[in-house]
């Protein structure tokens, strides 16, 4: 019977990876667009004497084709002298018939045009002064038109930042999205048109909207048919923290291991500093053989192959059940209908990334031989889920995955609920009643410190992430598609468990502590917003990587215990 459901996993192997095709050719990184924030860059061209457009062109050959107008607040243009700002209460004072609970502006004839049609608001005009009933100087006020087109003209790629809000019409006639827009990358923490008026807002865009890594914005997905661009950027206050060639290494990064194509951008304080960051961008492309250009969206249709995945993971889960000592049929339909339950559309990608894990370590502990069975069945269920979890949301970031902490956490579980005998009853009591070692507490107390870091870092940002372990990272990646310090430690626990004589607790132990890094190859490749590619190389190097560090170690254990008992 395992037999059969080996041949199958085989057999399911072929039309699922072919239906991984269409999102590898759609993921062919490039071309990206450095876009440099308008508001930001209109500081240095106020303190030069120069217009925006003029500093542009000078960063021009350093890379920079893009620039993304925010837009711009009553606030704004007050500040800017195009508007002036009074209360009713301080006309009415200069004799003028204002109504004192009222606020007023007057200014350039154009811009007051559009404000008295641009929110759902009563106005009055009581000469050359607008009136509304609520102070609007935090109302979203359009752009600079000029500006933009003139950038449009001079061949540039243009972005706008339309903001949210309550009050404002969302009317065609208005230059929300302007028409020499070239994507639109929503300001703020929602999209345009949020919560009740996204199809009125989804009339307004023409172009592709932007999905901002890290800065979730509900109601981006109304605008999926609009096309995504994948935008990376840095708090600005995190970016002066970091050198130039740390922060454009970041950006490096971005577009080669996670597809962005908008690198938004804001200059340093110093213009040597800003000219370093983009000298450093544009070597790092050119060795990521990245072009720069103007970015189309990319999408895809998924293969009706997928569906040859099922019989894989089905397959999987059969081998899963005869190979658990106990309980195994028990195990696996619990499992079935964990995903079921848990991740609806997303169950046979959940269901493949709880079960492949495991089964590499149901079978004989044959040194090596089971690493690599190990790696193999993981690998099987990386294409597995991959085929079942690619679609267009979940590739473009728009939808999470279902269940990634269930992909660290049940697969580890599953392997010691393994290691238990069939007469498991006895094997507990005996468990029971062994007396501890103090080193034995010392090896537990370890093994489950290690689990814990490996549970609780999520990220560069957590806290329990060393500083030694941040540069590491950081002078890994210059040299290869870095792989994850959970799979190259898992890995590297093969050689140490399987080549030296343990104890089977301490074997077993250390077994169960290298499935952390077996599931973290599935965890991997769960993370459907990376490129399939450097998915593949992120583990390929962790496998060598680690296993390399354990056979070293293999090494080092054994001259150790020769010359303690020596």
Known sequence: MK???????????????????????????????LLMDAEALREEARAQGKDLLAVLEAYRPLGVEGIAFPERFVKDWVAQGALLYRTGRELLEAGLPAKPSWYYLKGEAWLLDLLAQAYDLPTERLGPWLGFPLDVQAFPA?????????????GVFVAVRPINQRYRRLDPSLPIVPKEADAVVFAGLEALGYPYRLEEARELIPVPVALIEGTPQPGLAAFRDKGIL????????????????????????????????????????????????????????????IPLGHPQPRAFTPSPLRLAAWVGVLAGLGLLALG??????????????????????QAGALLAALVFPVLGFLGPRNGLWMWLRTLGYALAGAVFLSALGSRPETVLGLQAFQGVSLTLLVPPLLVAFSFLERHYKEALTRLFLHPLRLGEVALAALALLLLALALLRRGNDAPVVPELELKLRSLLQDVMVRP??????????????????????????????????????????SHFHTPLAISFFRVVNGALLGLSLGLLGVMLVRRLRAWWLG
């Open 230 to 289: 994948r935008l990376f950027s840095l708090r600005y206050e995190w970016q002066l923290t970091l050198t130039p060639e740390e922060a454009a290494d970041k950006y490096v990064l971005a577009a080669r291991e996670r597809g962005h194509q908008l690198l938004y951008l804001r200059p340093y304080p110093y213009r040597q500093d800003t000219e370093r960051l983009l000298q450093r961008i544009q070597e790092g492309l050119k060795a990521s053989h």
């Open 142 to 154: 359009f752009y600079p038109l000029s500006e933009i087109q003139a950038a449009k003209e001079a």
């Open 324 to 345: 658990l000592p106990v309980h195994g049929p028990l195990v696996a339909l619990l499992l079935l209908l964990l995903a079921l339950g848990y991740a609806g559309g």
């Open 3 to 33: 037999r059969l459901l080996n041949l199958l996993i085989l057999l399911a192997l072929a039309p699922s990876l072919l239906a991984l095709l269409p999102r590898l050719r759609a993921e062919h990184p490039g071309p990206v667009v």
């Open 484 to 525: 994850r310090f959970k799979e190259v430690f898992g890995h590297a626990l093969f050689p140490l468990a399987l080549l030296l004589p343990w104890p089977k607790w301490v074997q077993n132990g250390l077994l169960f502590l290298a499935a952390l890094g077996v599931a973290s190859i599935l965890n991997t490749f």
